[in-house]
Every structure is written in C-alpha cells, then in structure tokens.
C-alpha cells in the first residue's frame, strides 16, 4: 500500500469534529472533480464486487458535496 495512504485513524478527524473546529469548509468544485476522477480510476482495478460498492458509495458521496442530485436525475 501506498505511504501516502496509510493514516491512523487518531490523524482523521470525524466530519462532525471537523465541523465542530469550523464553520464552514469550502471545497472546490476541481478538487471534488479530481477525487473523484482518482477514485473511478481506482474502481477500474478493483477485482472484489464489495470493494468497489464502497469505492462508489464514496465517490457518490463526494461528488454530491458540490454537485445537486436534482441537477443529475434531470440530465439522466
């Protein structure tokens, strides 16, 4: 595994605590963009049907921190 990718989970702190130390994060549209797009690449190699269900829950969970579901379900 990747060094970059090995945190504790003491060095995350839950988004509730996150919140709690501000009041608002601005997240831009071009980092969501781009996790996002880290994280299909990353499903594209996952051979385990489960893993990749959390890969996507996580990427759905993601993208609607910018993005409106009501702006997808009307270009579907």
Do not use: C
């Amino acid at each position: 595994m990747s060094e970059e990718l090995n945190y504790d989970a003491e060095d995350l702190a839950a988004p509730d605590e996150a919140a709690a130390d501000d009041d608002y994060e601005e997240i831009s549209s071009d980092e969501v963009d781009r996790v996002v797009e880290a994280l299909e690449t990353l499903m594209a190699t996952v051979d385990s049907e489960n893993i990749r269900y959390f890969l996507e829950e996580a990427t759905n969970s993601i993208y609607l921190l910018i993005y409106d579901d009501d702006a997808t379900s009307e270009a579907a």
